[in-house]
């Protein structure tokens, strides 16, 4: 099994920054790709960011120039920084992680909010 946890939401103003942390705990060695969703009130989740256990990374279009995901597989902790954040940013961010042992299988962390004030 693995664990993940989350930090460093909270409230910023629009054009602020901030930096999301997951941190993976368990049977890590069976992880894969990591990344981050988000969940605004009312919508769908929906992928922000992913990168692979090489480093690369993909973005989604309303955060790509803004967003930047980094992994330090060390610490074993994937990075979401955020910066010129947006009233529509605002949503609750999940972590994942993909397994490496079993195919379409996700480990998921319990979300941390992001709130920007415009």
């Known amino acids: 099994q693995v664990q993940l946890v989350e930090s460093g939401g909270g409230l910023v103003q629009a054009g602020g920054s901030l930096r999301l942390s997951c941190a993976a705990s368990?049977?890590?060695?069976?992880?894969?790709?990591m990344g981050w969703y988000r969940q605004a009130p009312g919508n769908q989740r929906e992928l922000v960011a992913s990168i692979s256990s090489g480093g690369s990374a993909n973005y989604a279009d309303s955060v790509k120039g803004r967003f930047t995901i980094s992994r330090d597989n060390n610490k074993r902790t994937v990075y979401l920084q955020m910066n010129s954040l947006k009233a529509e940013d605002t949503a609750v961010y999940y972590c994942y992680a993909q397994s490496a042992l079993v195919r379409g299988m996700n480990y998921w962390g319990k979300g941390t909010l992001v709130t920007v004030s415009s």
């Open positions: 368990g049977s890590i060695f069976s992880i894969d790709g």
